[in-house]
């Protein structure tokens, strides 16, 4: 996001980047999201199957 910020301060319109740097961080940040659900279903999964075995 850095390089994209730099690159946005050379451009005269730099209207389309400011777009698509919005649109990667909401995509970022959804990504992130479904990670950690992702993630949790796993630990839920982990702690059924040890509460299974025991």
Known sequence: MRLWKNLATMLTHSEMLE??????????????????????????E?????ARDQ
């Not at 940040?29 to 659900?37: F, G, K, R, T, V």
């Open 46 to 50: 982990c702690r059924r199957f040890r």
């Open 19 to 44: 777009q698509l740097m919005q649109r990667r961080t909401e995509d970022w940040a959804q990504l992130y999201d479904e990670a950690n659900i992702i993630i949790a279903d796993f630990f839920i």
